[in-house]
């Protein structure tokens, strides 16, 4: 069922949203905005999510916030990877969440960190464990990312691919699964910590992984996620299949659905990191797909905007 709609997907990361066509982000603003105005329009009462922003910058949600973004979203996201990828320690979580929460009174969920096993799988059992410790009861919602590593064949999200040295090549092992989907050390310290922990599984278009992750996650006693419906994507051959396939696999868990990607064809710059040149058939876009969904959706629950007694 979907619980929530998210907004793109770290719209302040240069390697998702194209900061040559769009420097102050104004033109993401204007995009979130009627984004919001969609949603709210086609699922009166689901939770609008701000797409989870990396780094976690207090200044880009008051930018956001002076362009009127925050009218029309309920909830804000952050996204953290401080043994991979950022410059402050594991240990810094609940100071980095107070950050955020100092300039927003909206909940803020943490729509995806992990941890790599790039270095060691003993690295990734330790991180999951102290996320755990650091988040659970603070923010009510946490989806680890992810489930599965992402295949050697495929590329990974990111602007200067192997030019990042390691950097890059940590993007691939981020799963609690290897590629050929046997188990690394730390599923079982998740699975401990699960329903309170949650996962974000990117799905590719007809990603063969769809059934075996549903399977996974139900035994690993996971019940809600984080997904996408490309916008992208739905230009393709068959995309509103594969769409219904996905969300059809899917209704047993609580599904925070992020609509981002730019279609090449329809942006400013012809990447799916760009704003696009029509910003509300972005919107409208979002609302096709509640319209189309409407039937997975969950009934509003108070666990959504504040952290359940610990």
């Known amino acids: 069922m979907i619980e929530a709609a998210m907004i793109w997907n770290e719209p302040n990361n240069k390697s998702h949203w194209d900061p040559d066509v769009d420097p102050d982000w104004s033109k993401f603003g204007e995009m979130a905005v009627l ?59 609940p100071q980095k969440i107070d950050e955020i929460r100092a300039v927003t009174s909206l909940p803020i ?10 270095g060691a799988e003993e690295v990734q059992v330790f991180g999951v464990n102290r996320t755990a410790e650091l988040l659970i009861g603070k923010v009510p919602r946490i989806h680890w990312y992810s489930l599965y590593d992402l ?30 989907g046997t188990p690394k050390l730390a599923m079982e310290a998740f699975a401990r910590h699960t329903p309170a922990l949650g996962l974000c599984q990117w799905f590719h278009f007809e990603d063969h992984r769809l059934d075996d992750a549903v399977a996974w996650m139900k035994q690993l006693g996971v019940t809600y996620l984080r997904t996408g419906l ?26 925070t659905v ?19 040149r029509e910003p509300q058939a972005f919107a409208d876009f979002c609302a096709a797909m509640l319209d189309r969904y409407a039937a997975h959706r969950a009934p509003a629950r108070p666990t959504l905007a504040s952290c359940p007694a610990e």
Not at 232 to 253: I, K, T, V
Not at 263 to 272: I, K, Q, R, T, V
């Open 35 to 93: 984004a919001g105005k969609a949603i709210g329009s086609a699922a009166p009462g689901l939770p609008r999510v701000l797409g989870g922003i990396s780094p976690i910058d207090p200044t880009f949600i008051l930018n956001l916030k002076s362009r009127g973004v925050f009218d029309q979203v309920d909830v804000v996201a952050v996204h953290g990877f401080p043994l991979d990828w950022n410059l402050w320690s594991i240990h810094d979580w």
């Open 109 to 118: 969920w943490v729509s995806e960190v992990g941890v790599s096993t790039f």
């Open 151 to 180: 295949p050697r064949a495929w590329p990974a999200t990111t602007r200067h691919k192997e030019a990042e040295g390691s950097s890059y090549y940590r993007h691939f092992d981020m799963g609690l699964l290897r590629e050929d």
């Open 230 to 255: 490309s916008w992208a994507d739905s230009f393709r051959p068959n995309a509103l299949a594969w769409f219904d396939r996905q969300m059809d696999a899917l209704a047993d868990f609580d599904v």
């Open 258 to 276: 992020t609509f981002c990607f730019t279609p090449e064809h329809l942006g400013l710059a012809p990447h799916h990191t760009s704003a696009p």
